[in-house]
Protein backbone atom coordinates (compact mmCIF):
# COMPACT_ATOMS: atom_id res chain seq x y z
CA UNK A 1 0.00 0.00 0.00
CA UNK A 2 0.84 3.35 -0.88
CA UNK A 3 -0.18 6.25 1.44
CA UNK A 4 -0.80 9.57 -1.32
CA UNK A 5 -1.71 12.59 0.55
CA UNK A 6 -2.82 15.59 -1.69
CA UNK A 7 -2.50 19.32 -0.18
CA UNK A 8 -5.61 21.28 -1.62
CA UNK A 9 -9.16 19.93 -2.08
CA UNK A 10 -10.03 22.75 -4.67
CA UNK A 11 -11.29 21.69 -8.63
CA UNK A 12 -8.30 20.20 -9.27
CA UNK A 13 -7.36 18.21 -5.69
CA UNK A 14 -11.05 16.86 -5.10
CA UNK A 15 -11.68 15.28 -8.23
CA UNK A 16 -8.19 13.89 -9.27
CA UNK A 17 -7.63 12.30 -5.90
CA UNK A 18 -11.18 10.67 -6.09
CA UNK A 19 -10.29 8.73 -9.73
CA UNK A 20 -6.94 7.84 -8.38
CA UNK A 21 -8.77 6.47 -5.45
CA UNK A 22 -11.27 5.15 -7.66
CA UNK A 23 -8.83 3.01 -9.94
CA UNK A 24 -5.81 2.06 -7.32
CA UNK A 25 -8.04 0.14 -4.37
CA UNK A 26 -4.88 -1.01 -2.64
CA UNK A 27 -3.14 2.75 -2.32
CA UNK A 28 -4.71 5.25 0.72
CA UNK A 29 -5.76 8.67 -0.57
CA UNK A 30 -6.27 11.31 2.02
CA UNK A 31 -7.25 15.01 0.27
CA UNK A 32 -6.65 17.74 3.24
CA UNK A 33 -7.67 21.84 2.86
CA UNK A 34 -7.60 24.62 5.44
CA UNK A 35 -10.56 25.62 4.33
CA UNK A 36 -13.12 23.68 6.85
CA UNK A 37 -16.09 24.21 5.17
CA UNK A 38 -15.12 22.57 2.04
CA UNK A 39 -13.44 19.17 3.53
CA UNK A 40 -17.20 19.30 5.30
CA UNK A 41 -18.25 19.70 2.05
CA UNK A 42 -16.55 16.81 0.06
CA UNK A 43 -17.89 14.28 2.93
CA UNK A 44 -21.47 15.67 2.46
CA UNK A 45 -23.94 14.49 -0.05
CA UNK A 46 -23.48 18.29 -1.65
CA UNK A 47 -20.05 18.50 -3.00
CA UNK A 48 -18.27 21.63 -2.83
CA UNK A 49 -18.22 21.86 -6.99
CA UNK A 50 -20.61 20.78 -9.59
CA UNK A 51 -18.79 18.29 -11.94
CA UNK A 52 -20.82 15.80 -14.13
CA UNK A 53 -20.23 12.24 -12.57
CA UNK A 54 -18.16 13.40 -9.89
CA UNK A 55 -20.49 12.24 -7.14
CA UNK A 56 -20.16 8.37 -8.18
CA UNK A 57 -16.38 8.95 -8.26
CA UNK A 58 -16.45 10.06 -5.23
CA UNK A 59 -18.90 7.85 -3.88
CA UNK A 60 -16.58 4.68 -5.03
CA UNK A 61 -13.55 5.68 -2.88
CA UNK A 62 -15.03 7.49 0.24
CA UNK A 63 -13.93 5.94 3.61
CA UNK A 64 -12.93 3.04 1.75
CA UNK A 65 -9.17 4.20 0.98
CA UNK A 66 -10.80 8.05 0.00
CA UNK A 67 -10.38 10.21 3.56
CA UNK A 68 -10.98 14.19 3.67
CA UNK A 69 -9.28 16.34 6.24
CA UNK A 70 -8.81 19.76 7.54
CA UNK A 71 -5.60 18.73 9.59
CA UNK A 72 -2.63 19.06 7.48
CA UNK A 73 -0.02 18.61 9.43
CA UNK A 74 -1.42 15.09 11.02
CA UNK A 75 -0.92 13.19 7.69
CA UNK A 76 2.01 14.93 5.99
CA UNK A 77 4.58 12.43 8.04
CA UNK A 78 2.50 9.32 7.18
CA UNK A 79 2.46 9.91 3.24
CA UNK A 80 4.80 8.84 0.51
CA UNK A 81 3.52 10.65 -1.82
CA UNK A 82 2.69 14.22 -1.72
CA UNK A 83 0.67 15.90 -4.32
CA UNK A 84 0.35 19.69 -3.91
CA UNK A 85 -2.61 20.88 -5.67
CA UNK A 86 -2.99 24.45 -3.77
CA UNK A 87 -3.74 27.76 -5.60
CA UNK A 88 -1.58 29.67 -7.49
CA UNK A 89 -3.14 32.94 -7.96
CA UNK A 90 -1.67 36.02 -9.73
CA UNK A 91 0.53 38.19 -7.20
CA UNK A 92 -1.00 41.36 -6.35
CA UNK A 93 1.26 43.46 -4.82
CA UNK A 94 5.13 44.40 -5.37
CA UNK A 95 7.19 43.00 -8.26
CA UNK A 96 5.14 41.60 -11.27
CA UNK A 97 2.03 42.37 -9.52
CA UNK A 98 -0.64 41.51 -11.95
CA UNK A 99 1.29 39.21 -13.62
CA UNK A 100 3.48 36.30 -11.77
CA UNK A 101 1.95 33.70 -9.78
CA UNK A 102 2.04 34.66 -5.68
CA UNK A 103 4.43 31.84 -4.78
CA UNK A 104 3.75 32.19 -0.89
CA UNK A 105 1.29 29.44 -0.25
CA UNK A 106 3.39 27.24 -1.97
CA UNK A 107 6.25 27.79 -0.15
CA UNK A 108 5.07 27.63 2.99
CA UNK A 109 3.52 24.10 1.87
CA UNK A 110 6.84 23.30 0.97
CA UNK A 111 8.28 24.75 4.44
CA UNK A 112 5.27 23.09 6.03
CA UNK A 113 5.94 19.05 4.34
CA UNK A 114 9.58 19.30 5.77
CA UNK A 115 9.01 20.37 9.05
CA UNK A 116 6.37 17.56 9.75
CA UNK A 117 8.05 15.17 8.02
CA UNK A 118 10.57 12.12 9.43
CA UNK A 119 10.86 10.54 6.51
CA UNK A 120 11.93 10.58 2.60
CA UNK A 121 9.19 11.51 0.29
CA UNK A 122 8.11 11.85 -3.62
CA UNK A 123 6.40 16.03 -3.61
CA UNK A 124 4.30 16.26 -6.78
CA UNK A 125 3.46 19.73 -8.16
CA UNK A 126 -0.08 19.53 -9.27
CA UNK A 127 -0.20 23.45 -8.79
CA UNK A 128 0.65 24.88 -12.30
CA UNK A 129 3.30 26.85 -11.73
CA UNK A 130 6.44 28.93 -13.49
CA UNK A 131 9.21 27.17 -15.03
CA UNK A 132 11.85 26.29 -12.45
CA UNK A 133 9.52 26.16 -9.34
CA UNK A 134 10.89 22.59 -8.58
CA UNK A 135 14.39 23.78 -8.17
CA UNK A 136 14.06 26.17 -5.75
CA UNK A 137 11.30 23.38 -4.06
CA UNK A 138 13.97 20.84 -4.07
CA UNK A 139 16.18 23.75 -2.65
CA UNK A 140 14.00 24.38 0.32
CA UNK A 141 13.36 20.58 1.03
CA UNK A 142 16.17 19.11 0.56
CA UNK A 143 18.24 21.79 3.06
CA UNK A 144 17.35 19.80 6.01
CA UNK A 145 19.47 18.71 8.61
CA UNK A 146 17.41 15.46 9.20
CA UNK A 147 19.00 13.63 6.43
CA UNK A 148 15.64 13.51 4.32
CA UNK A 149 15.72 13.53 0.84
CA UNK A 150 12.87 14.47 -1.77
CA UNK A 151 12.26 14.01 -5.33
CA UNK A 152 10.46 16.40 -6.21
CA UNK A 153 8.03 15.61 -9.74
CA UNK A 154 5.77 17.92 -12.29
CA UNK A 155 2.93 16.46 -13.35
CA UNK A 156 0.57 18.98 -14.66
CA UNK A 157 -3.34 18.82 -14.49
CA UNK A 158 -4.91 18.82 -18.09
CA UNK A 159 -8.75 18.29 -16.82
CA UNK A 160 -11.30 20.93 -17.65
CA UNK A 161 -13.83 21.64 -15.53
CA UNK A 162 -17.48 20.52 -16.54
CA UNK A 163 -15.76 17.35 -18.00
CA UNK A 164 -13.19 16.82 -15.46
CA UNK A 165 -14.40 13.23 -14.75
CA UNK A 166 -14.05 12.48 -18.08
CA UNK A 167 -11.30 13.72 -18.92
CA UNK A 168 -9.18 11.92 -15.97
CA UNK A 169 -10.52 8.56 -16.70
CA UNK A 170 -9.73 9.34 -20.73
CA UNK A 171 -7.00 11.72 -20.81
CA UNK A 172 -4.90 12.92 -23.94
CA UNK A 173 -1.88 12.30 -22.02
CA UNK A 174 -0.23 12.31 -18.51
CA UNK A 175 2.38 14.33 -18.32
CA UNK A 176 5.50 13.36 -15.37
CA UNK A 177 8.51 15.36 -15.33
CA UNK A 178 11.86 15.23 -13.07
CA UNK A 179 14.91 14.54 -12.64
CA UNK A 180 18.06 12.74 -14.53
CA UNK A 181 19.20 11.16 -11.49
CA UNK A 182 18.66 7.75 -10.45
CA UNK A 183 16.14 8.58 -7.75
CA UNK A 184 14.66 10.99 -10.19
CA UNK A 185 13.79 7.97 -12.59
CA UNK A 186 12.53 6.10 -10.05
CA UNK A 187 10.50 8.89 -8.57
CA UNK A 188 8.97 9.84 -12.51
CA UNK A 189 8.28 5.69 -12.49
CA UNK A 190 6.28 5.52 -9.23
CA UNK A 191 4.16 8.05 -10.07
CA UNK A 192 4.00 6.77 -13.95
CA UNK A 193 2.83 3.57 -12.27
CA UNK A 194 -0.08 4.92 -10.17
CA UNK A 195 -1.54 6.59 -13.42
CA UNK A 196 -0.95 3.48 -15.43
CA UNK A 197 -3.87 1.38 -13.58
CA UNK A 198 -6.22 2.89 -16.02
CA UNK A 199 -4.13 5.23 -18.70
CA UNK A 200 -2.72 3.55 -21.52
CA UNK A 201 1.18 3.21 -20.93
CA UNK A 202 1.87 5.09 -24.64
CA UNK A 203 -0.41 8.06 -22.96
CA UNK A 204 1.91 8.70 -20.27
CA UNK A 205 4.44 11.25 -21.13
CA UNK A 206 7.93 11.39 -19.37
CA UNK A 207 10.08 14.65 -19.74
CA UNK A 208 12.41 16.73 -17.70
CA UNK A 209 10.93 18.77 -15.27
CA UNK A 210 11.27 22.31 -16.81
CA UNK A 211 9.59 20.67 -19.91
CA UNK A 212 6.81 19.46 -17.87
CA UNK A 213 6.80 22.99 -16.79
CA UNK A 214 6.53 25.09 -19.33
CA UNK A 215 3.85 22.07 -21.24
CA UNK A 216 1.58 23.14 -18.72
CA UNK A 217 1.57 26.80 -19.40
CA UNK A 218 2.16 26.63 -22.94
CA UNK A 219 -0.86 24.29 -23.38
CA UNK A 220 -2.80 26.67 -22.10
CA UNK A 221 -1.84 29.73 -24.07
CA UNK A 222 -2.37 28.07 -27.21
CA UNK A 223 -5.91 26.94 -26.38
CA UNK A 224 -6.54 30.31 -24.92
CA UNK A 225 -5.12 32.03 -28.04
CA UNK A 226 -7.45 29.66 -30.45
CA UNK A 227 -10.25 31.25 -28.90
CA UNK A 228 -8.49 34.49 -28.89
CA UNK A 229 -7.80 34.43 -32.59
CA UNK A 230 -11.72 33.23 -33.77
CA UNK A 231 -12.96 35.87 -31.60
CA UNK A 232 -10.57 38.73 -33.49
CA UNK A 233 -12.10 36.86 -36.54
CA UNK A 234 -15.75 37.52 -35.02
CA UNK A 235 -15.22 41.10 -34.88
CA UNK A 236 -14.59 41.42 -38.55
CA UNK A 237 -17.18 39.34 -39.34
CA UNK A 238 -19.89 41.47 -38.09
CA UNK A 239 -18.23 44.02 -39.85
CA UNK A 240 -18.37 42.60 -43.11
CA UNK A 241 -21.45 39.94 -43.42
CA UNK A 242 -19.42 37.05 -42.83
CA UNK A 243 -20.50 34.34 -40.42
CA UNK A 244 -17.95 33.19 -37.40
CA UNK A 245 -19.30 29.66 -37.44
CA UNK A 246 -19.17 28.91 -41.26
CA UNK A 247 -15.54 30.38 -41.13
CA UNK A 248 -14.89 28.31 -37.96
CA UNK A 249 -15.94 25.24 -39.58
CA UNK A 250 -14.43 26.21 -43.78
CA UNK A 251 -11.04 26.53 -41.36
CA UNK A 252 -11.47 23.99 -38.76
CA UNK A 253 -11.62 21.07 -41.65
CA UNK A 254 -8.20 21.80 -42.59
CA UNK A 255 -6.74 18.88 -40.68
CA UNK A 256 -3.71 21.04 -39.80
CA UNK A 257 -6.02 23.34 -37.85
CA UNK A 258 -8.35 21.22 -36.22
CA UNK A 259 -12.08 22.24 -35.70
CA UNK A 260 -11.68 22.05 -32.00
CA UNK A 261 -11.92 24.93 -29.68
CA UNK A 262 -12.64 27.57 -32.67
CA UNK A 263 -16.04 28.70 -30.82
CA UNK A 264 -16.67 32.48 -30.51
CA UNK A 265 -18.12 33.84 -27.70
CA UNK A 266 -18.58 36.30 -25.72
CA UNK A 267 -14.65 35.40 -24.38
CA UNK A 268 -13.13 33.09 -22.32
CA UNK A 269 -13.18 32.65 -18.79
CA UNK A 270 -11.92 30.64 -15.76
CA UNK A 271 -9.41 31.20 -13.13
CA UNK A 272 -6.60 29.62 -15.36
CA UNK A 273 -5.94 30.93 -19.05
CA UNK A 274 -5.79 34.49 -17.91
CA UNK A 275 -3.36 33.63 -15.20
CA UNK A 276 -1.33 31.53 -16.55
CA UNK A 277 -0.86 33.52 -19.92
CA UNK A 278 0.62 36.45 -17.63
CA UNK A 279 2.31 33.90 -15.60
CA UNK A 280 4.21 32.98 -18.74
CA UNK A 281 4.73 36.49 -19.89
CA UNK A 282 6.13 37.52 -17.01
CA UNK A 283 8.40 34.62 -17.34
CA UNK A 284 9.06 36.02 -20.61
CA UNK A 285 10.13 39.51 -19.40
CA UNK A 286 12.31 38.23 -16.71
CA UNK A 287 14.52 36.64 -19.39
CA UNK A 288 14.47 39.94 -21.20
CA UNK A 289 12.09 37.96 -24.28
CA UNK A 290 9.84 40.96 -24.33
CA UNK A 291 8.70 40.66 -27.63
CA UNK A 292 7.63 37.26 -26.97
CA UNK A 293 5.91 38.64 -23.70
CA UNK A 294 3.85 41.31 -25.77
CA UNK A 295 2.94 38.33 -28.14
CA UNK A 296 0.91 36.33 -25.35
CA UNK A 297 0.03 39.04 -23.86
CA UNK A 298 -1.99 40.09 -26.68
CA UNK A 299 -4.20 37.06 -26.08
CA UNK A 300 -5.51 38.49 -22.78
CA UNK A 301 -6.00 41.89 -24.01
CA UNK A 302 -8.20 40.56 -27.46
CA UNK A 303 -10.45 38.60 -24.99
CA UNK A 304 -10.72 41.76 -22.35
CA UNK A 305 -11.92 43.50 -26.13
CA UNK A 306 -14.52 40.68 -26.83
CA UNK A 307 -16.48 41.19 -23.38
CA UNK A 308 -16.01 44.69 -23.78
CA UNK A 309 -17.13 44.86 -27.43
CA UNK A 310 -20.36 42.92 -26.25
CA UNK A 311 -21.35 45.39 -24.07
CA UNK A 312 -20.90 48.23 -25.97
CA UNK A 313 -23.12 46.02 -28.94
CA UNK A 314 -25.65 45.52 -25.94
CA UNK A 315 -25.94 49.37 -25.49
CA UNK A 316 -26.42 50.30 -29.21
CA UNK A 317 -28.55 48.25 -30.32
CA UNK A 318 -30.72 49.10 -27.42
CA UNK A 319 -30.55 52.63 -28.52
CA UNK A 320 -27.50 54.12 -26.44
CA UNK A 321 -29.24 53.91 -23.21
CA UNK A 322 -29.81 50.81 -21.26
CA UNK A 323 -30.36 53.00 -17.29
CA UNK A 324 -33.11 51.45 -15.76
CA UNK A 325 -33.80 48.72 -18.30
CA UNK A 326 -34.20 45.38 -17.22
CA UNK A 327 -31.58 42.84 -18.74
CA UNK A 328 -31.48 39.05 -17.99
CA UNK A 329 -28.41 37.41 -18.08
CA UNK A 330 -28.75 33.49 -19.25
CA UNK A 331 -25.55 31.79 -17.07
CA UNK A 332 -22.99 33.09 -14.90
CA UNK A 333 -20.79 30.51 -14.83
CA UNK A 334 -17.46 30.56 -16.74
CA UNK A 335 -18.21 27.51 -19.08
CA UNK A 336 -21.21 24.90 -19.40
CA UNK A 337 -21.38 22.07 -16.08
CA UNK A 338 -19.27 23.51 -13.57
CA UNK A 339 -20.62 26.10 -10.83
CA UNK A 340 -17.50 27.66 -11.03
CA UNK A 341 -17.28 32.11 -11.83
CA UNK A 342 -13.81 32.77 -11.09
CA UNK A 343 -12.91 35.31 -14.42
CA UNK A 344 -16.58 34.58 -15.74
CA UNK A 345 -17.24 36.55 -18.58
CA UNK A 346 -20.68 36.85 -17.43
CA UNK A 347 -19.90 39.21 -14.24
CA UNK A 348 -17.54 40.98 -16.53
CA UNK A 349 -20.47 42.16 -18.97
CA UNK A 350 -22.41 42.44 -15.65
CA UNK A 351 -20.26 44.67 -14.26
CA UNK A 352 -20.29 46.58 -17.45
CA UNK A 353 -24.13 46.72 -17.77
CA UNK A 354 -23.96 47.73 -13.90
CA UNK A 355 -21.98 50.68 -14.47
CA UNK A 356 -24.44 51.90 -17.36
CA UNK A 357 -27.72 51.85 -14.73
CA UNK A 358 -29.08 48.52 -16.16
CA UNK A 359 -30.89 46.48 -13.70
CA UNK A 360 -29.36 42.95 -14.31
CA UNK A 361 -31.03 39.94 -13.51
CA UNK A 362 -28.79 37.18 -13.40
CA UNK A 363 -30.16 33.59 -13.93
CA UNK A 364 -27.97 30.36 -13.20
CA UNK A 365 -28.88 26.31 -12.81
CA UNK A 366 -25.46 25.43 -10.64
CA UNK A 367 -23.57 29.06 -10.40
CA UNK A 368 -25.86 31.91 -8.34
CA UNK A 369 -23.99 31.48 -5.12
CA UNK A 370 -20.47 31.88 -6.06
CA UNK A 371 -21.69 34.85 -8.90
CA UNK A 372 -23.04 36.23 -5.59
CA UNK A 373 -20.01 35.81 -3.86
CA UNK A 374 -17.69 36.66 -6.89
CA UNK A 375 -19.55 40.13 -7.44
CA UNK A 376 -18.26 41.08 -4.17
CA UNK A 377 -20.15 44.67 -3.15
CA UNK A 378 -21.67 44.91 -6.55
CA UNK A 379 -24.34 41.84 -5.58
CA UNK A 380 -26.60 43.63 -3.83
CA UNK A 381 -27.41 46.07 -7.33
CA UNK A 382 -28.15 42.14 -8.82
CA UNK A 383 -31.19 39.80 -8.77
CA UNK A 384 -30.31 36.23 -8.97
CA UNK A 385 -32.74 34.08 -10.10
CA UNK A 386 -32.69 30.51 -10.38
CA UNK A 387 -35.67 30.27 -13.32
CA UNK A 388 -35.12 31.69 -16.14
CA UNK A 389 -38.74 32.53 -17.61
CA UNK A 390 -39.19 34.59 -14.47
CA UNK A 391 -35.62 36.33 -15.16
CA UNK A 392 -36.35 37.25 -18.54
CA UNK A 393 -40.42 38.57 -17.27
CA UNK A 394 -40.17 42.65 -18.16
CA UNK A 395 -36.71 42.54 -19.66
CA UNK A 396 -35.77 44.64 -22.57
CA UNK A 397 -33.07 41.96 -23.56
CA UNK A 398 -32.09 38.45 -22.60
CA UNK A 399 -28.06 37.78 -23.08
CA UNK A 400 -26.96 34.31 -22.94
CA UNK A 401 -23.85 34.36 -21.40
CA UNK A 402 -22.82 30.66 -20.72
CA UNK A 403 -23.99 27.73 -23.37
CA UNK A 404 -26.14 25.47 -20.73
CA UNK A 405 -28.08 23.06 -22.83
CA UNK A 406 -31.20 23.69 -21.14
CA UNK A 407 -31.11 27.40 -22.72
CA UNK A 408 -31.39 25.90 -26.15
CA UNK A 409 -34.94 24.32 -24.90
CA UNK A 410 -36.70 26.74 -23.32
CA UNK A 411 -39.94 27.77 -24.55
CA UNK A 412 -38.73 31.38 -26.39
CA UNK A 413 -42.15 31.80 -27.76
CA UNK A 414 -43.65 31.95 -24.36
CA UNK A 415 -40.27 34.33 -22.92
CA UNK A 416 -40.94 36.44 -25.70
CA UNK A 417 -44.53 37.45 -24.43
CA UNK A 418 -43.65 37.95 -21.38
CA UNK A 419 -40.71 40.74 -21.96
CA UNK A 420 -40.89 44.56 -22.73
CA UNK A 421 -40.91 45.16 -26.88
CA UNK A 422 -39.10 45.43 -29.10
CA UNK A 423 -37.17 42.32 -27.21
CA UNK A 424 -33.71 41.66 -27.92
CA UNK A 425 -31.45 38.64 -27.74
CA UNK A 426 -27.80 38.65 -27.42
CA UNK A 427 -26.71 35.06 -28.23
CA UNK A 428 -22.78 35.67 -26.53
CA UNK A 429 -22.33 32.13 -27.22
CA UNK A 430 -24.09 31.01 -30.62
CA UNK A 431 -25.94 28.05 -29.04
CA UNK A 432 -29.35 29.34 -30.33
CA UNK A 433 -31.86 29.20 -33.61
CA UNK A 434 -31.18 32.94 -34.56
CA UNK A 435 -33.51 32.51 -37.33
CA UNK A 436 -36.26 31.00 -35.19
CA UNK A 437 -35.84 33.81 -32.63
CA UNK A 438 -36.29 36.65 -35.22
CA UNK A 439 -39.42 34.79 -36.66
CA UNK A 440 -40.90 35.04 -32.98
CA UNK A 441 -39.78 38.29 -33.23
CA UNK A 442 -37.10 38.70 -31.42
CA UNK A 443 -34.21 41.35 -32.75
CA UNK A 444 -31.08 38.92 -32.35
CA UNK A 445 -27.39 39.62 -32.27
CA UNK A 446 -24.93 37.16 -32.01
CA UNK A 447 -21.10 36.73 -32.24
CA UNK A 448 -19.52 36.91 -35.46
CA UNK A 449 -22.91 36.91 -37.46
CA UNK A 450 -25.01 39.83 -39.42
CA UNK A 451 -27.65 40.96 -36.49
CA UNK A 452 -31.32 40.00 -36.98
CA UNK A 453 -33.19 43.10 -36.72
CA UNK A 454 -37.01 43.72 -37.64
CA UNK A 455 -36.85 47.31 -39.09
CA UNK A 456 -40.62 47.69 -39.01
CA UNK A 457 -41.30 46.45 -35.82
CA UNK A 458 -45.34 45.59 -34.99
CA UNK A 459 -46.05 44.53 -30.81
P1 LIG B 1 -8.86 25.95 -5.79
O1 LIG B 1 -8.76 27.32 -5.29
O2 LIG B 1 -10.19 25.39 -6.18
O3 LIG B 1 -8.26 24.93 -4.70
C1 LIG B 1 -7.08 25.14 -4.03
C2 LIG B 1 -7.29 24.70 -2.58
O4 LIG B 1 -6.04 24.75 -1.90
C3 LIG B 1 -8.24 25.61 -1.79
O5 LIG B 1 -9.35 24.84 -1.33
C4 LIG B 1 -7.38 26.16 -0.66
O6 LIG B 1 -8.09 26.29 0.56
C5 LIG B 1 -6.31 25.09 -0.55
N1 LIG B 1 -5.07 25.55 0.09
C6 LIG B 1 -4.36 26.67 -0.15
N2 LIG B 1 -3.27 26.72 0.66
C7 LIG B 1 -3.30 25.58 1.41
C8 LIG B 1 -2.44 25.04 2.41
N3 LIG B 1 -1.33 25.66 2.80
N4 LIG B 1 -2.76 23.86 2.97
C9 LIG B 1 -3.90 23.21 2.59
N5 LIG B 1 -4.74 23.67 1.65
C10 LIG B 1 -4.44 24.84 1.06
O7 LIG B 1 -7.85 25.84 -7.01
P2 LIG B 1 -7.91 24.81 -8.23
O8 LIG B 1 -8.83 25.32 -9.27
O9 LIG B 1 -8.09 23.43 -7.71
O10 LIG B 1 -6.43 24.97 -8.81
C11 LIG B 1 -5.32 24.48 -8.11
C12 LIG B 1 -4.13 24.52 -9.04
O11 LIG B 1 -4.36 23.66 -10.16
C13 LIG B 1 -3.81 25.89 -9.63
O12 LIG B 1 -2.42 26.02 -9.76
C14 LIG B 1 -4.44 25.83 -11.00
O13 LIG B 1 -3.79 26.67 -11.92
C15 LIG B 1 -4.24 24.39 -11.39
N6 LIG B 1 -5.22 23.84 -12.35
C16 LIG B 1 -6.54 24.13 -12.19
C17 LIG B 1 -7.47 23.55 -13.08
C18 LIG B 1 -8.95 23.82 -12.96
O14 LIG B 1 -9.69 23.36 -13.81
N7 LIG B 1 -9.43 24.53 -11.96
C19 LIG B 1 -7.04 22.67 -14.06
C20 LIG B 1 -5.68 22.39 -14.16
C21 LIG B 1 -4.78 22.98 -13.29
C1 LIG C 1 -8.72 24.90 -19.38
C2 LIG C 1 -8.03 23.86 -20.25
O1 LIG C 1 -8.93 23.43 -21.28
C3 LIG C 1 -7.58 22.66 -19.43
O2 LIG C 1 -6.85 21.76 -20.24
C4 LIG C 1 -6.70 23.13 -18.28
O3 LIG C 1 -6.33 22.05 -17.46
C5 LIG C 1 -7.46 24.16 -17.45
O4 LIG C 1 -7.87 25.26 -18.31
C6 LIG C 1 -6.64 24.78 -16.35
O5 LIG C 1 -5.43 24.76 -16.40
O6 LIG C 1 -7.31 25.31 -15.47
P1 LIG C 1 -11.15 25.16 -18.34
O7 LIG C 1 -10.73 26.57 -18.15
O8 LIG C 1 -11.71 24.42 -17.18
O9 LIG C 1 -9.92 24.29 -18.87
O10 LIG C 1 -12.24 25.06 -19.50
P2 LIG C 1 -12.15 25.23 -21.10
O11 LIG C 1 -13.02 24.22 -21.72
O12 LIG C 1 -10.76 25.28 -21.58
O13 LIG C 1 -12.83 26.64 -21.33
C7 LIG C 1 -12.20 27.84 -20.91
C8 LIG C 1 -13.01 29.02 -21.39
O14 LIG C 1 -12.93 29.15 -22.82
C9 LIG C 1 -14.50 28.92 -21.08
O15 LIG C 1 -14.99 30.19 -20.71
C10 LIG C 1 -15.12 28.48 -22.39
O16 LIG C 1 -16.46 28.82 -22.53
C11 LIG C 1 -14.23 29.23 -23.38
N1 LIG C 1 -14.19 28.62 -24.74
C12 LIG C 1 -13.70 27.37 -24.91
C13 LIG C 1 -14.59 29.37 -25.83
O17 LIG C 1 -15.01 30.54 -25.69
N2 LIG C 1 -14.51 28.82 -27.09
C14 LIG C 1 -14.04 27.56 -27.28
O18 LIG C 1 -13.98 27.12 -28.46
C15 LIG C 1 -13.63 26.82 -26.16
Redesign the pocket.
Known amino acids: MTNILC????????PTMAVIASHCPEHRVVV????EA?IAAWQSDKLP?YEPGLDEVVRVGLNRNLFFDSE?DRHIDEADIIFV????PTKTFGQGAGRAADLQ?WE??AR?ILRNSTTSKIVVE????PVRTAEAMEQILNYNSKGLHFDVISN??????GT?VQDMENPDRVLVGGKESPSGQKAIQTIVDIYAHWVPREHILTTNLWSSELS?LAANAYLAQRISSINAISALCEKTGADVNEVAHAIGLDSRIGSRFLRASVGFG???FK??ILNLVYLCETYGLHEVASYWEHVVEMNEHQQARFVSNMILALFNTIAGKRIALFGAAFKANTS?TRESPALTVCRGLLEEHAQVVMSDPHALDNARVDLGDQADQVIFELDPYVAAEGAHAIAIMTEWSQYKELDYQAIFASMVKPAFIFDGRNILDHKRLYEIGFNVHAIGKPPLVHSNYLA
Open positions: IGAGYVGGVDINRIVSVNTYKTQKSTLPEFLAEAKGSCKDD
